[in-house]
């Protein structure tokens, strides 16, 4: 069981947008920055968004990230099938001493 | 910016040990702190730990304490994640990655990634 919790998928057609999620406690994401990656299996995952909001070198403005308290959620505009994948967020646990990434949700186009 | 080479894939027995490798050709690897995350099939993404640019501090998730052991060889810019007593449910594809902050700060993001390594436990 993750302490960090994400819907397990979301899905929207060609050019629509998907927001997941991401709800955590005072310990990880009510304190700490929340990091996002993209990840196809047996790929290596892909930063998308670092520090709650921040989009990394190179990811498109399709991307957004915010936080507010204890949550956190990804945004995905103007959907494409190159976007299926699985995403994960993660944040440092003060209480655990340890990184804790969400369960990971997967995206479909539709 | 790095490039993380890991090792290659390997099977081993149950009870086992297992020492993998994370390298790179990238000058700037010896100020990065450097983490360890696994995926088992079907599972989601699980943090083992890091280890500072010196390699004289090392976090482990509580989950591995005792069986996990993570060095750093300066002199030849790699990474090494040790875990024994190796079981059925240690399957999985075993990743390094760079903290995103360099320069010998840690900001628990990660990027780069290594490529994986399959890491088999079978009898």
């Known amino acids: 069981q993750s302490v960090l919790t994400q819907p397990p998928s979301v899905s929207a057609a060609p050019g629509q947008k998907v927001t997941i999620s991401c709800s955590g406690s005072?310990?990880?994401?009510?304190?700490?920055?929340v990091s996002w990656y993209q990840h196809l299996p047996g790929t290596a995952p892909k930063l998308l968004i670092y520090d709650n909001d921040k989009r990394f070198s190179g990811i498109p403005d399709r991307f957004s990230g915010s936080k507010s308290g204890t949550s956190a959620t990804l945004g995905i505009t103007g959907l494409q099938t190159g976007d299926e994948a699985d995403y994960y967020c993660g944040s440092w646990d003060t209480s655990l001493s340890h990184f804790v990434f969400g369960p990971g949700t997967k995206v479909t186009v539709l | 910016q790095v490039h993380l080479v890991q090792s290659g894939d390997e099977v081993k027995k149950p009870g086992a040990s297992v020492k993998l490798s994370c390298t790179s050709s990238g000058d700037t690897f010896a100020t990065y702190y450097i983490h360890w995350v696994r995926q088992a099939s079907g599972q989601g993404l699980e943090w083992m730990g890091v280890i500072n640019p010196t390699g004289r501090s090392t976090t482990y998730a509580p989950k591995f304490q005792g069986r996990l052991t993570m060095t750093r060889d300066t002199s030849t810019t790699t990474v090494y994640m040790e875990l024994s007593s190796l079981t059925s449910d240690d399957t999985a594809l075993y990743y390094c990655a760079a903290d995103g902050a360099g320069s010998y700060y840690r900001s628990n993001f990660f990027d780069p990634w290594g490529h994986g390594t399959l890491i088999t436990v079978s009898s």
């Open positions: 005072s310990s990880n994401i009510g304190y700490h920055h």
